[in-house]
């Protein structure tokens, strides 16, 4: 109860103080032309180092259709692509990305505690970690890596390594109160991606003021809301702001069913495609084709291969792959 009443206020909130133009509507948003997409997650994160050069190729040869990542910028206004706003979970290092220039980052092992099909671990016996030291050359990398791929890359790198691969790119902040840091991420966001010109891409953040930024410094780049516009919209059904291209859903939020068949028939009948990250939840066969036959767009795998797999097996159409239409 205390959670209804909670996104009850928010949605109240939202519904009094934000406007509900879109600037997408369904003959015209290209996203919803672009399904079912196979959207790995972190290059997915539990088959790769998290967000390394490594993970991003390895998910476009397997066949992801697009690469979700997420940035921080650092010291010297480099936005660099890791999840973390600490280096000290996936490398050897501590401290705050804020607080290092990319060439310190970039030092790093991005490998260091990647444990295959299990993510980042840490404590386990050194056999355990297979890719620790490819970065700094104690170690042989793959056959057609090489050591930089694991690292953490710079969004620049990204960009021009994948000129036509789409990217998911998640604006991150230094903790969930410094407002700020969103701010100034977003910001040089928009600066790099109007510089390189590229409007396939989804931007996105959990910080809603995040997204509005990033909206109005670069408007003719899809976004998707943030937490507080997308509980707006699935609880009330309250329209997310102008330039909204997706509604990316939970799994679950708080407990709560997210995802559900009504939410993803009522974002289409308005408009926008719908993605789903997994929030948690333990992936499987099966809940990838629960999400495929609720008419999903997008599906963020943690797994990219098993969710390959199962559109394969199921013969579910993808961008520039024929198939059936679930849906």
């Known amino acids: 109860m205390k959670i209804l009443l909670r996104l009850a206020i928010v949605a109240g909130v939202v519904a009094l103080t934000a406007g509900t133009q879109s600037a997408y509507a369904a003959p015209t948003n290209p996203w919803l032309d672009l399904r079912v997409l196979n959207m790995a ?28 990542l997420d940035v921080h910028a650092t010291s010297d206004g480099e936005l660099v692509v ?20 990319v060439a ?8 260091y505690e990647f444990v295959p099909d299990r993510g980042t671990v840490a404590g386990l016996p050194p056999a355990s970690y297979p890719f620790r030291g490819v970065r700094t050359g104690a170690v042989p990398p793959p056959a057609g890596y090489s050591a930089t791929d694991f690292r953490v890359p710079t969004l620049r790198e990204v960009l021009a390594a994948f000129p036509t691969v789409p990217l998911n790119i998640e604006i991150k902040g230094t903790s969930d109160t410094d407002v700020a840091s969103f701010l100034r991420n977003a910001g040089i966001l928009a600066t790099v991606l109007k510089a390189k010109g590229r409007t396939d891409v989804i931007v996105v953040s959990f910080n809603d003021a ?13 976004t998707a809301p943030g937490i507080v516009r997308t509980l707006a919209f699935v609880t009330l059904g309250i329209s997310p702001p102008a330039g ?6 939970p799994v679950e939020y708080g407990g709560l069913k997210i995802a559900t068949p ?6 289409h009948a308005r408009g926008y495609a719908v993605h789903v990250w997994m929030s948690g939840q333990p992936e499987s ?11 999903v767009d997008g599906i963020m795998p943690a797994f990219p291969s098993r969710l390959e797999a199962v559109l394969d097996a199921r013969n579910v159409v993808r961008p520039g792959q024929p198939g059936e239409d679930p849906c």
């Not at 890791?82 to 220039?101: C, L, M």
């Not at 310190?104 to 490998?111: F, I, P, R, W």
């Not at 066969?285 to 008419?295: E, K």
């Open 41 to 68: 997650h972190q290059g997915g994160e539990n088959e790769a180092p998290s967000n390394t050069m490594y993970a991003f190729k390895r998910a476009v040869a397997l066949g992801a259709n697009v690469l979700e």
């Open 82 to 101: 890791t999840h973390d706003a600490t280096v000290d979970r996936t490398t050897e290092g501590t401290g705050r990305v804020r607080d290092k220039t």
């Open 104 to 111: 310190q980052v970039q030092a790093l092992d991005a490998a």
């Open 210 to 222: 995040a997204v509005a930024q990033f909206h109005q410094l670069a408007p003719k780049i899809p």
């Open 244 to 249: 909204t291209a997706a509604l990316q859903l």
């Open 262 to 267: 009504a939410v993803v028939k009522r974002a």
């Open 285 to 295: 066969d099966a809940l990838y084709g629960q999400l495929v036959d609720m008419c």
